[in-house]
């Protein structure tokens, strides 16, 4: 049986396999297809929890994969905050880091706004799911953000404007 890492894997597999942009199956390679995005942002819904490990509503529908991959973000938001998004969301939603993706808002007592921009695209799901396995395998997070940037800088998309490490 696979450990916690073991299913963090599986599931970043699985969620690709969905391909969440309703583009065709992704494989290894990164998204490319950033223009559907601007769409994406007029469609987003925002949906307020009691604590941020509650899952909101609209991930019922979804699969597992990405409801593991959202209760996850929440749980890294530090992480998060310093990874960029390559999908387009900073100039068409105005994010400024991958976890802008699944959570517009956290107060201080714990009431999560979430946002459903990162269940229509995979590249926000690819890069919350890649940042926080490798940050369980204690990858530092300099290197993350490396790794995440080299990967997707081949794409031509503009990255979020995420705080530089």
């Known amino acids: 049986m696979p450990g916690k890492t073991g299913w963090m894997i599986m599931t970043l597999s699985a969620t690709l396999a969905l391909g969440a942009c309703g583009q065709t199956e992704q494989k290894s390679a990164p998204h490319t297809d950033h223009e559907a995005h601007a769409t994406h942002t007029s469609a987003d819904q925002l949906e307020q929890t009691t604590s941020p490990a509650i899952a909101p509503a609209f991930l019922k529908e979804t699969d597992s994969s990405i409801q593991t991959i959202y209760l996850s973000v929440a749980k890294h938001q530090d992480l998060l905050e310093k990874m960029p998004c390559y999908c387009g969301c900073g100039e068409s939603?105005?994010?400024?880091?991958?976890?802008?993706?699944?959570?517009?808002?956290?107060?201080?007592?714990?009431?999560?706004?979430?946002?459903?921009?990162?269940?229509?695209?995979?590249?926000?799901?690819?890069?919350?799911?890649?940042?926080?396995?490798?940050?369980?395998?204690?990858?530092?997070v300099k290197q993350i953000r490396a790794d995440i940037d080299a990967a997707y800088a081949k794409t031509g998309a503009k990255p979020t404007p995420t705080t530089a490490l």
């Open 93 to 140: 939603a105005g994010h400024t880091s991958n976890y802008d993706c699944f959570i517009a808002d956290q107060t201080a007592d714990g009431k999560t706004t979430w946002t459903t921009h990162g269940i229509t695209c995979g590249t926000c799901l690819d890069i919350a799911a890649q940042s926080i396995v490798a940050y369980q395998q204690d990858t530092p």
